[in-house]
């Protein structure tokens, strides 16, 4: 089974078919478009830095720092709060096993890169707030959505505390992010 094909319409048995998985392989492709969305969002805020003939160089820089960010936060960060906080639970899981949840439940906001690559052609900075926040948030609804069927499949909840444990998660990173203003 292709978790790319199968995760738009059938979550449920992509995830159990990912949890049964005894060999977990990675599922980087999600996390290099969430990636390259971060960096061509902030691809004009680095461009500014520099002198308008260096927009080349800002953009070969924006994008490695995007995808590299992507990593940490898609593949290390939040997968490994969610399993922290899901051993209150007692969730079995493993940190492979969240981080491919992470990257395929959040594989449908990547086509949102389509739209920025689209707007960026025609002259338009490629900034999120460029972007039809109606679409942000319905792809960013779907894939939490899929976060949510990913984690109780993956960890072997009920969805009501596949949420819980997903929202204790986020917490510390509300704080940090309220702190932070």
């Not at 086509?111 to 338009?124: D, E």
């Amino acid at each position: 089974m292709n978790p790319y094909k199968s995760i738009w319409l059938n979550p449920g048995v992509t995830f159990e078919e990912l949890a049964s998985r005894e060999k977990q392989p990675l599922l980087v492709l999600p996390i290099i478009g969430n990636g390259l969305i971060f960096g061509l969002d902030t691809f004009p805020d680095i461009a500014s830095i520099f002198d308008e003939g260096e927009r080349i160089l800002a953009f070969f820089l924006a994008l490695p720092l995007g995808i590299g960010l992507s990593f940490m936060m898609l593949g290390l960060v939040i997968p490994g709060l969610i399993k922290f906080c899901g051993k209150i639970w007692k969730g079995e899981s493993t940190l492979r096993k969240m981080v491919n949840v992470c990257s395929l439940s959040f594989f449908p906001l990547s086509i949102i890169l389509i739209y920025q690559i689209s707007i960026f052609i025609f002259g338009a900075e490629p900034k999120l707030e460029n972007v039809n926040h109606g679409i942000i948030y319905l792809f960013w609804l779907w894939s939490f959505g899929l976060l949510i069927i990913g984690v109780a499949k993956i960890q072997k909840f009920k969805h009501g505390i596949a949420l819980l444990n997903i929202l204790v998660s986020y917490l510390p990173i509300l704080i940090i992010g309220l702190l932070r203003n």
